[in-house]
């Protein structure tokens, strides 16, 4: 019997992202007294370094804007995208997420929570039955002031103190092209501006997110957080989970957990030789914080938690500019630019959804060992027309060229030459792009074919808004890596989000949700927001199990 506790509470929540908040917030609510541990000074994980959005199918939004949505639908078009990876996607976790995410929603929004809903941002395989645009919600831009001090230890996301969302950032990249882009670019600098007067402090996209569930949090429950405080061990008694031991200031303290501990500590994105062990990359190119290290993962692992999909990320085309990896969403898929290997092929559609692409430029390098890095080519009128990176249109800074960022070529020869790319095989490659952007249809990649490719495009460019010819010198090329937004291989856990060991016994006491467990979505993404939709749902589902809800109020039974 262990009763040399530092401390005792209901419930212990290991992290502050999204998985971890929403668990605080749903174990609170059920009355249950809860404590977070966070390993780092600043909370959010890399919740907070994201676009906040989240894939909720069928939620009130929808209903409200009068957008037809059903479970059935949603299931569907799971079941068709979902390979069979085992346990982590069975079918009565898919079924757990979709019945429970809508309602998980709801109860934020009853606690204080802003929610907003992109409607234009389409599923990622629009072809699919089932799939449909506008499942997406995110959290109004938050007022951080509302935070009082806790404001000033959310962690250092590189996101900027601006007052937008997803459904803007669509529009951003081509400001200069349309009137509507244009005025939205207005409206934000405006409201920003409006928001800075008036000494608000704008949290936008993921840090929007964050900084409404942590004031969520604490204006509804209290619920006291501890920082600098990493998860070390958890305790068991009688093969039950029923408590943790943390580090503090140097200090050992072990906290007793009554009901449950809650694993919500993100994935193994920065712990190199865990990636090194399971994944064909390290973590050089990935765009999660630092903190992101398997912890969990592992000490649950040392208690007999089975492990799945730990080869997996939510992968996707990084490029590096001055030093800084930067996660390629929108610069790939506006037109007058290609991505090519290191021979000036192409290889897969440009415009597709970043974990697709990510997957191709891996194929491509176990097939090849000629694609990492590739190289994103675009010419001068591409360079003018639109945002890329952090770069305004037009405006590219000589330091990123001669620091090898950017590489600038005054035609394609020298492009080739200066890249390492066959010259003859780069010419043929873009003659056959710009036949396929003058007639509109890339026959190789069946780039801008779909919806989805063309939520970033520029509608100004006709036949395809997804293809231009890339003909205006100066060339330019950007190294392209296969990054990630973080892995989503790890602890095995069940519709209840329960850890399971390898047997498939429960070990009780122990719930996890987020990048600490292997994803429901298998290998695949179906629409934005589906990593940090299935984190907060099943934090939901599991302390709503923790607090003893009655088994047929649980998932499973068809509503
Ligand atoms: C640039 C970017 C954009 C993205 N955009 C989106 C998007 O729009 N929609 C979407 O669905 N996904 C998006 N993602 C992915 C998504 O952000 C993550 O997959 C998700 O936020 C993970 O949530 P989590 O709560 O599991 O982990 P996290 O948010 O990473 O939280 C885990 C927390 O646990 C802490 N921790 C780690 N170890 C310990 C320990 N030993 N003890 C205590 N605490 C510990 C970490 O420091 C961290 O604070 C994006 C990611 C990036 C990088």
């Known amino acids: 019997m262990n009763n040399n506790w530092d401390t005792s509470c209901d419930v212990v929540v290991v992290g502050s992202g999204a998985a971890g908040l929403t668990g ?10 809860v404590l977070v541990v966070e390993k780092l000074a ?60 809508p309602e998980m929603v709801e109860l934020l929004r009853d606690l204080g929570m802003k929610w907003s809903r992109v409607a234009l941002y389409p599923d990622y395989y ?65 409201r920003t501006i409006g928001w800075h007067l008036t000494g608000k402090i704008p949290f936008p996209l993921g ?16 619920v006291p957080i501890w920082l600098e405080t990493p998860l ?67 000490i649950a692992g040392k208690i007999g ?22 996660f390629s969403v929108y610069e790939r898929s506006l037109p007058g630019s290609m991505i090519v290997d290191q021979t000036g092929q192409r290889f897969a559609n440009e415009s597709t959804s970043y974990v697709d692409l990510g997957e191709e430029i891996l194929r491509r390098e176990a097939e090849t060992g000629k694609a990492v890095p590739s190289w994103m080519v675009f010419d001068a009128r591409y360079r003018k027309r639109y945002l890329f990176g952090m770069l305004p249109p037009g ?9 090898g960022s950017l590489i600038k070529a005054d035609s394609l020869d020298d492009l080739a030459r200066q890249t390492g790319m066959d010259g003859v095989t780069l010419k043929e490659t873009i003659g056959q792009l710009n036949s396929y952007a003058r007639h509109g249809i890339d026959k190789d990649f069946r780039r801008g074919d779909g919806i989805y490719d063309r939520f970033y495009s520029d509608p100004t460019v006709k036949p395809n808004p997804n293809l231009a010819p890339l003909e205006k010198a100066p060339f330019w090329a950007v190294r392209v890596y296969p990054g990630d937004l973080g892995t989503k291989g790890g602890l095995l856990t069940d519709e209840y989000a329960r850890v399971l060991r390898e047997d498939n016994s429960v070990i009780e006491g ?36 923790a607090a003893g809800e009655p088994a047929a109020e649980q998932p499973g039974e068809p509503g």
Do not use: C
């Open 42 to 101: 600043g909370w959010g994980g890399t919740t907070a370094y994201s676009g906040g959005g989240m894939w909720i199918p069928d939620n009130y939004l929808m209903a409200e804007d009068g957008a037809r949505d059903s479970f059935q639908e949603a299931l569907q078009y799971l079941e068709a995208i979902i390979e069979d990876v085992g346990p982590a996607s069975s079918r009565a976790r898919k079924e757990a997420y979709l019945r429970r995410g």
């Open 24 to 33: 605080a917030i749903t174990a609170a609510h059920q009355g249950l007294d």
């Open 305 to 326: 938690a089975a492990l799945a999909m730990m080869e997996q990320a939510w992968w996707g085309a990084s490029m590096e500019i001055n030093g800084e990896i930067s």
């Open 395 to 403: 405006y590219t800074p000589q330091k990123l060229v001669e620091d």
């Open 510 to 545: 122990l719930y996890a949700s987020g990048n600490s467990t292997a994803s429901v979505m298998g290998g695949t993404y179906p629409g934005p927001g589906a990593s940090i939709g299935p984190a907060a749902t099943f934090s939901y589902i599991g302390m709503r199990h």
């Open 126 to 190: 629009p072809f699919v039955p089932g799939a449909k645009t506008g499942r997406i919600i995110e959290a109004e831009v938050f007022n951080a002031r509302k935070l009082g001090d806790l404001k000033d230890s959310v962690i250092d996301a590189p996101l900027p103190p601006m007052a937008f969302g997803t459904g803007d950032a669509a529009l951003l990249p081509i400001a200069t092209r349309t009137w509507k882009a244009f005025r939205r670019l207005m409206g934000i600098m405006g």
């Open 207 to 222: 840090k929007a997110l964050v900084g409404n569930m942590m004031h969520v949090l604490q204006s509804n429950f209290n």
């Open 232 to 298: 070390k061990d958890l305790v068991m008694e009688d093969s039950r989970v029923v408590g943790v031991v943390v580090e503090q200031q140097g200090e050992i303290k072990r906290i007793q957990a009554n009901r449950a501990v809650l694993l919500a500590a993100g994935g193994f994105a920065k712990n190199d030789s865990y990636r090194r062990k399971f994944q064909p990359v390290g973590e050089e190119w990935s765009s999660a914080p630092p903190g992101d290290e398997g912890d969990a993962i592992r």
